[in-house]
């Protein structure tokens, strides 16, 4: 795939918190981030994570709830089933 971006997150599932988002060109750096920021004490018991798409629009799209809040989210959800 061309002009593919790979996102690391670190993201706190507990109180919904993203913690870390960084942006790469190549997927393999990405991923030797994520592994160094397991490694990292402060974020023990979070998901660090590499999503891969076309865009950062893509990912909001597909993985909304690493980027939203939870106000958003429900926003998002009552605007969808309106629309329905």
Do not use: C, K, P, W
Request: aromatic share 8%.
């Amino acid at each position: 795939m061309n002009n593919v971006i790979h996102v690391v997150l670190v993201y706190r599932r507990e109180t919904g918190e993203l913690l870390v988002q960084e942006s790469f060109a190549d997927g393999d750096t990405a991923m030797r981030r994520r592994f160094e920021l397991e490694r990292v004490a402060e974020y023990a018991g979070t998901e660090v994570i590499v999503l891969s798409a076309d865009s950062e629009q893509t990912l909001r799209e597909t993985h909304g709830r690493y980027f939203y809040t939870e106000a958003e989210l429900a926003r998002q959800l009552r605007d969808a089933l309106s629309a329905a």
